[in-house]
């Protein structure tokens, strides 16, 4: 019989408190249960944010991902193929709800004058309109929910929910020139 390195060890921690705990028992006890607190409340929230974009989504007969469209477009015309890594988006998929806004008059595709093969994706002055009346209506739904924090607590949440934001981006956003 082979060898495939130690055997794993069987051997549970003791109880918190217990007379056979240790320090790093209730250390690691307590490290997974923060994590465990800190993770259940990242998801429960992202819930809530998906719900009131999607509600309000729905009432522009917009999905979540068309509202995630004129967002990104909100300040720029980028290329499809920058805006399929920004959506996370297949380039076919994302030529499609390009389309589908283009029909709907929320967005308009230019040419690039450097590259005859190249097109760029841009808001419409309705889709303009559209971005403005999505985000004041996110805005009012989210600061509703926000007034259960006490102020301290809404002045550093921005601070702490940013290197969240980055991480992700810095690890899982595909560079769209490569």
Do not use: W
């Amino acid at each position: 019989m082979t060898s495939r390195g130690p055997a794993p060890d069987r051997r549970r921690a003791a109880a918190p408190g217990s007379p056979h705990s240790t320090a790093g028992d209730v250390l690691r006890d307590t490290t997974e249960q923060l994590d465990d607190c800190l993770i259940d409340a990242l998801v429960q929230l992202s819930f809530v944010v998906q719900k009131v974009i999607g509600r309000i989504a729905e009432a522009q007969e917009m999905s979540i991902t068309q509202v995630r469209l004129l967002a990104v477009l909100e300040d720029r015309q980028i290329g499809v193929k920058e805006l399929s890594g920004i959506l996370e988006l297949g380039k076919s998929a994302t030529s499609g709800l390009v389309s589908r806004a283009e029909r709907r008059g929320l967005v308009r595709r230019h040419e690039v004058p450097e590259d005859a093969r190249a097109v760029q994706v841009g808001l419409t002055p309705a889709g303009r309109a559209m971005t403005r009346s999505v985000r004041r209506e996110v805005r009012a739904d989210l600061t509703g929910l926000a007034v259960a924090l006490a102020p301290a607590d809404r002045d550093r949440l921005p601070g702490l929910v940013q290197p969240l934001v980055d991480e992700y981006f810095a690890q899982h956003l595909v560079n769209p020139t490569s």
